[in-house]
């Protein structure tokens, strides 16, 4: 089992930045995509961005691309979301997310989905200000 806790959420003004952790344990950190997803009260769960095992590859939703920018230290066992340039429309629970499925075997899209993604983290509340 892969325990995945996430922490860095907040109250921010429009045009401000967060940056978002995840901290990983219970499993071999670098054995895993790394994905993160939000959701909105009312919506359901959405993809935001993902990074292959070694943080050679990133995915972005068009909604935040540019904005964000999603990393990892595999030595730390850490996962992060960095946030600039937030809008009302960002706030949402965030949720970090790992999956052991390859991307040998699995296109792309498939870490799009909630489907792809095996362990998840309770959340953490971003609330954006207008």
């Known amino acids: 089992q892969m325990q995945l806790v996430e922490s860095g959420g907040g109250l921010v003004q429009a045009g401000g930045s967060l940056r978002l952790s995840c901290a990983a344990s219970g499993r071999t950190f670098s054995n895993y995509v790394m994905g993160w997803f939000r959701q909105a009260p009312g919506k359901e769960r959405e993809f935001v961005a993902h990074?292959?095992?070694?943080?050679?590859?990133?995915y972005y939703a068009d909604s935040v691309k540019g904005r964000f920018t999603i990393s990892r230290d595999n030595a730390e066992n850490t996962a992060y979301l960095q946030m600039n340039s937030l809008k009302p429309e960002d706030t949402a629970v965030y949720y970090c997310?790992?999956?052991?499925?390859?991307?040998?075997?699995?296109?792309?899209?498939?870490?799009?989905?909630?489907?792809?993604?095996?362990?998840w983290g309770q959340g953490t509340q971003v609330t954006v200000s207008s």
């Open positions: 997310a790992a999956s052991a499925a390859s991307h040998t075997y699995y296109p792309v899209t498939y870490y799009y989905t909630v489907r792809g993604f095996q362990y």
């Open positions: 990074i292959t095992r070694n943080g050679g590859s990133t």
